[in-house]
C-alpha cells in the first residue's frame, strides 16, 4: 500500500508574513476600491458608507459638468501633455542609451545631474522651474518694452504647458526612462550586430532590423512609464503650468470645494484610463513578442 506524501506544515513566519502582505495589499488598493464603490451611489449619495442606492448619476453629472470647471478641456491638456511627455521620453531614453553604450566624454557627470531630479523634493523642483520663466519673462518684457513696444501688449507669458509644464515633468520621467534603458544595454548581446555588420548591413539598418525589434518591449515600457507618470503628476506641474490646469491640478482643487461623490467619478475615470494604458502596453509587448519568436 503506498504511503501519502507527508506534507510538510509551515512555520509560522510564513503566516506572519503572509498576514503582513495581505495588510499591505489592503492598504495600497483598498481606498482605489472604495472610491470605486462610492461613485456608484444614487443621486443622495455621499461621501462616506454606507452607500445609497446605486447609479450612474454621478458619472453623468461629470459629463455636463462640475461648476465652472471644464474638466472635459482639462481632460484633453493631461492626455495631450501626456502624449507628448511620452513620446520626448521613448526617444530622449533611447538617445541616451545609444549613446551610454560608448564612452562618453562628461557621461558620469551628466548621469548624476539627470538622476539628481529624482532625490530632489518635487515641489522645490517646480518652484525653481516657476522661477526660472518668470525671470525669463522679467528679462522679455525688459527687451520687448525697449525694442518692440507693439507685441509688448500681447505678451503674457513663457509659461504654458506645453513649455514650462513640459520641462517639469520630464525631470520625472526621463531619469526612469534612462534608467530602464541602461538596464536594457547592459545585457544586449552585441554579437547580433556584430552578426548583420557581417553579412552587410549598414549601422542604420543594423540598428532598425536587429536592435529596435530586440529592445522594442522596452522601449514600450518606458512609454508607459511616461504617460502615467504624466498623468497623474501634480507636485512638479503645481508651480509650472502657468494659467492651464491639467486634470491632476483640477482634481486637487476640487478635494476642497466638491462634497459630492461627482469627485470619486471622476477619481474612477483617470484610474481607468491608467489601467487601459497599462493593459494596452502589455497587449502590445505581448503581440511584439509573438512576432519575435
Known sequence: MARRPVRKQRPLSFWLLGAV?????????????????????????????PMRGTSLHWFRQLWEGIGVIDIGAAFRRSLALGTVVMALTVGLSLLAGLAYRKKLPGGTPLFYVVVASLIMPSIIVSLGIGLMFRLLDTGLKTLLEAHAPALLET?????????????????WTL??????????FNRFNPAYEEAARDLGATPWQSFRHVVLPLIGPSLVGVGMFGFTLSWDEIARSSQAMGDLNTLPLELQGLTTTVTTPVIYALGTVTTVISFLVMGLTLGIVAFWQSRRR
Not at 502582505?21 to 489592503?26: G, Q, S
Open 21 to 49: 502582505f495581505a495588510a499591505f495589499v489592503l492598504f495600497l488598493y483598498g481606498p482605489m476600491f472604495a472610491i470605486f464603490v462610492l461613485s456608484f451611489q444614487g443621486p443622495e449619495g455621499g461621501l462616506t458608507f
Open 155 to 171: 505678451f503674457t507669458t513663457t509659461m504654458g504647458l506645453f513649455s514650462s509644464g513640459l520641462g517639469a515633468q520630464l525631470t
Open 175 to 184: 531619469p526612469f526612462g534612462l534608467l530602464i534603458m541602461f538596464a536594457v
